[in-house]
Structures are given as structure tokens and as C-alpha cells.
């Protein structure tokens, strides 16, 4: 048997990661495809853990508001204050979406990274 040439689209997944205390970073790049100028908030949804336990990290976006020419383009940093208050090594799924832009919507997953516990011997072997 041949590969099935008609694969199904993947969406790309930004990926915010980082130590209890730090802040995760992701970029993603908006284009207007329209013929007109448009002037619209990035827009972020709570994330949730796989069993539906919904949490609001700090977040800041960069810019907040985006205004593009037709055919103009920039790119839109995404930070997430990364907590206690998230699991270590567990998804937190969002999306981000720019309406009036796109209808697509972007995936997020957020995670705590574990770190070594505060206090705990660095022991080499």
C-alpha cells in the first residue's frame, strides 16, 4: 500500500513552558488577507487540565490591539506567568484567536516544568 496522499491539515500548537516563577514565551505571526484595514484585540481563553479543572494565568500579549494594513503582517508575543498554582507537567490547553482576522484559532498548551525542589541537595554521581 501507497501513503494516502490526502492527509488531514495539522494545526500548529504554541507551546508555553517554563519553572514554577518564570514566564513562558511563544510568538505567532497574524496577516490580514483581507482587502481592507483591520484594528482587533488578541483574544485568550482560560486553559483547562485534562479533567476540566480550568485556571487564568497571568498573561500579557504584545501588541494587545493589532492593526494591519491588507497584505501586512507582525508578529504577537504571548507571555504566561507561570505559577504554583499549575500542576508540574501537566497541559493546560487554550487557544488564542484574532478575530476579525481569522476564524482559525490558535492551540496553547501551558505547562509548569518540574524543577529540582528549593532546597534539595544538587548531589553529581
Given at each position: 500500500?501507497?501513503?494516502?496522499?490526502?492527509?488531514?491539515?495539522?494545526?500548529?500548537?504554541?507551546?508555553?513552558?517554563?519553572?514554577?516563577?518564570?514566564?513562558?514565551?511563544?510568538?505567532?505571526?497574524?496577516?490580514?488577507?483581507?482587502?481592507?484595514?483591520?484594528?482587533?484585540?488578541?483574544?485568550?481563553?482560560?486553559?483547562?487540565?485534562?479533567?476540566?479543572?480550568?485556571?487564568?494565568p497571568a498573561l500579557r500579549i504584545m501588541p494587545g490591539v493589532v492593526t494591519?494594513?491588507?497584505?501586512?503582517?507582525?508578529?504577537?508575543?504571548?507571555?504566561?506567568?507561570?505559577?504554583?498554582?499549575?500542576?508540574?507537567?501537566?497541559?493546560y490547553r487554550g487557544e488564542v484567536t484574532v478575530p476579525g482576522l481569522s476564524d482559525n484559532v490558535i492551540p496553547v498548551v501551558l505547562?509548569?516544568?518540574?524543577?529540582?525542589?528549593?532546597?534539595?541537595?544538587?548531589?553529581?554521581?
Amino acid at each position: 500500500g501507497q501513503p494516502s496522499s490526502a492527509a488531514p491539515p495539522s494545526t500548529a500548537t504554541l507551546v508555553l513552558e517554563a519553572e514554577a516563577g518564570s514566564e513562558a514565551q511563544g510568538v505567532f505571526m497574524v496577516e490580514n488577507r483581507l482587502a481592507r484595514t483591520v484594528s482587533t484585540a488578541v483574544v485568550t481563553s482560560t486553559f483547562a487540565d485534562r479533567s476540566g479543572r480550568a485556571v487564568r494565568p497571568a498573561l500579557r500579549i504584545m501588541p494587545g490591539v493589532v492593526t494591519l494594513e491588507p497584505g501586512g503582517r507582525t508578529l504577537v508575543q504571548l507571555y504566561a506567568a507561570v505559577s504554583d498554582d499549575l500542576d508540574a507537567d501537566v497541559d493546560y490547553r487554550g487557544e488564542v484567536t484574532v478575530p476579525g482576522l481569522s476564524d482559525n484559532v490558535i492551540p496553547v498548551v501551558l505547562r509548569r516544568r518540574a524543577g529540582r525542589p528549593t532546597g534539595a541537595p544538587n548531589v553529581a554521581g
